[in-house]
């Protein structure tokens, strides 16, 4: 489960995103038992002031049901668009 595919928002997600994204539990929460290494590298981007930005695009995202565990997919998303 690497993708969002459902009609309805996932407002757990939201919650989640809001609350524990900075930390990375978002990855936790949506990837299970895939999501430890993503986790990991949102921590540590975090860390490094990044994350901010990665954990308001996740929201974002999953506000649009176009929530992704590996972000490298926001990033092929937009080259479809051009």
Known sequence: MDQLDQ????WL???V?????WLGIDK??????DGWKTFLV??????????????IVD???????KYRLNP???IDMLEKNK
């Open 7 to 10: 009609e309805k928002i996932d």
């Open 13 to 15: 997600l939201i919650v």
């Open 17 to 21: 995103i809001v609350f524990l994204g």
């Open 28 to 33: 936790f929460y949506f990837g299970k038992k």
């Open 42 to 55: 949102k921590l540590l981007a975090t860390c490094a002031f990044v994350g901010v930005i990665w954990n």
């Open 59 to 65: 929201l974002v995202m999953a506000l649009f049901k």
């Open 72 to 74: 490298l997919y926001y």
